[in-house]
């Protein structure tokens, strides 16, 4: 069976390595490590260097976790039992990744599989085949016999059939002085026979010779008597009703602390899809901020690097896309990470001290360069020989070390802190002129 475990949330991967593997009847090892059978980059450092590991054992693929931060399958909080088996269109989750299982075998047959408990096909050679399932459960209840059935099965059966419960008539004249009893056997002949009334039962037919043990043919049925009305089918209780849509607006403005008095006669469905399109927008800029401060923090090779731990993991961080950042954030929360509120508090927190650090960082950092570069440190540092060697040594060098100490003077005399307000000054018309060139204020 082939087994190919395909990346596909991204169309390419940072070391150019490949979106996809593909082995049969054998094992790989997966992780962030180069020496791996597949290579996952990874600069945030989220995944193991071997983070799992497949192997292959009497047809089937057997996937073992032996990463920190653990492998997951897609919309599961808790990560896979090792050893876990896979199965057909699997997805996991490892790191940033979405990788999806396809075994080829399985493929072809996928969702073909009949259950376990089908029953054979009938055989035409076994006259006792019922061929489809089994047979439906029996009713107890007996059935009312027909007095006009033209068979007589029923005679064949040793015990007597019970008679039918008969169902009261409806109201009919008196019959006259003399006349039977309802319930009268119609086999008494040698009673006199009583006067005739108003409407004669229908004669009955003598029994058969030879069946006089069995059971006696009932009388004639009455007439039943009108049905009464079904009576109405009750009406199913109405469904719980849902919070209003000033409960709703209420609720809004209670969370985001807006004044509840006077509030307008707003539809709470519309503010509804309003909200989710700006939570929409509001989780994928923060992403796009949080990343542009990773691959910042990775430019200039800094050793402070976020971590996946056990608790209070930020979704924004670590979950490939803004959709799943929101479901995890509001709709199916996930052990060890952060709620929605959180979430964004801590993500704002992050770009507020990442803007605050890189301007802070800036000044000391330039300052330092300058200070080296500046003519008092280079004299300094050639215990006053620099100036004395462009003297003596004349010519064109002792002319580039003049112009070199008018221009560094000239740029820095206006200015308080020398060559680092030059630098700053520079840097707001560059700002300004980014800004203005993509069209902000």
Not at 27 to 49: C, E, K, N, Q
Not at 201 to 218: D, L
Not at 322 to 349: C, H, K, W
Not at 414 to 434: C, H, K, Q, T
Request: aromatic letters at 8%; hydrophobic letters at 40%; glycine letters at 10%.
């Amino acid at each position: 069976m082939k087994l190919t475990l395909k990346i596909e949330n991204y169309d390419f991967l940072d070391d150019g390595g490949p979106l996809e593997i593909s082995v049969e009847g054998r094992g790989i090892l997966v992780g962030r490590d180069g020496a791996m059978d597949w290579t996952l980059p990874d600069p945030a450092r989220h995944i193991s260097s071997q983070h799992f590991e497949i192997t292959f054992q009497n047809g089937v693929y057997w996937l073992n976790d032996t990463s920190t931060n653990g492998t997951y399958l897609q919309g599961h909080s808790h990560r896979v039992e090792s050893p876990y088996q896979l199965a057909h269109m699997d997805r996991l989750q490892v790191g940033h990744y979405i990788i999806v299982v396809v075994l080829e075998g399985a493929a072809a047959g996928w969702g073909a599989e009949a259950p376990a408990a089908q029953a054979p096909a009938a055989s035409g050679g076994d006259p006792w085949s019922v061929g489809s399932g089994p047979a439906e459960p029996v009713n107890v209840t007996p059935v009312e016999e027909n007095p006009w059935r033209g068979d007589f099965g029923d005679n064949f059966i040793v015990n007597p059939t019970p008679p039918p419960t008969p169902t009261p008539p409806p109201a009919a004249p008196a019959p006259a002085p003399g006349a039977p009893a309802a319930d009268a056997s119609p086999f008494a002949a040698a009673t006199p026979p009583a006067p005739p009334v108003a409407s004669p039962a229908a004669p009955v037919a003598p029994a058969p010779e030879g069946f006089a043990a069995a059971a006696p043919p009932p009388a004639a049925p009455p007439v039943p008597a009108a049905a009464p009305p079904a009576a109405p089918a009750p009406a199913a209780p109405p469904a719980a009703a849902g919070p209003s849509g000033d409960a709703v607006l209420r609720a809004f403005c209670q969370g985001a602390g807006l004044p509840l008095n006077n509030l307008p006669a707003t539809d709470a469905l519309a503010l509804a899809r309003e909200l989710g399109q700006s939570l929409r927008v509001t989780t994928e800029e923060l992403k796009a901020l949080l990343g542009a401060r990773a691959a910042t923090k990775q430019f200039v090779k800094s050793g402070s690097r976020t971590m996946m731990g056990q608790t209070d993991n930020n979704p924004l961080k670590f979950m490939p896309d803004a959709i799943q950042a929101m479901d995890v954030m509001y709709i199916n929360p996930r052990p060890g990470y952060l709620n929605g509120t959180s979430t964004l508090v801590e993500a704002f927190g992050d770009i507020k001290r990442h803007q605050t650090a890189v301007y802070s960082a800036i000044q000391p950092a330039l300052a330092r360069l300058l200070e080296d570069l500046s003519p008092e440190a280079i004299e300094k540092r050639a215990g006053g020989g620099a100036s004395k060697l462009a003297v003596v040594g004349g010519g064109k060098k002792s002319r580039n070390w003049e112009v070199f100490v008018e221009r560094w003077d000239a740029k820095t005399h206006p200015y308080e802190n020398g060559m680092l307000d030059v630098f700053l000054a520079y840097f707001a018309e560059a700002y300004d002129a980014s800004i203005k060139a993509s069209g902000g204020q």
